[in-house]
């Protein structure tokens, strides 16, 4: 357990965020798995915008790196046109 007060502040935010960013996390993978799991390839089509934007908004907080995001958008892309 931390002794110092600022410790203790920092303990209570780093799990406030922890939660935050795994909520954020999951979200975007839920997104880019509607994406490559749609039935059809329009689905999958009107399902890329909200999945790319969930993957940028993940990258801009630094829940992902910026090269991770652009490797999943790549995959989503590749995926969709492949369809």
Known sequence: MPSSK????RM???DK???VNKAK???MKSAMKKVMDAETPEAAAAALPN?????DKCAKHNI?????A???KSRLD?????N
């Not at 590749?78 to 492949?82: E, L, W």
Request: charged fraction near 30%; charge should be positive.
């Open 6 to 9: 600022q410790a203790k502040k």
């Open 12 to 14: 209570i935010t780093d």
């Open 17 to 19: 965020r922890r939660l």
């Open 25 to 27: 996390n999951s979200a």
């Open 51 to 55: 999945a790319v934007k969930m993957v």
């Open 64 to 68: 992902i790196h910026d090269r991770a």
């Open 70 to 72: 652009a490797r999943h």
């Open 78 to 82: 590749r995926h969709v046109a492949g």
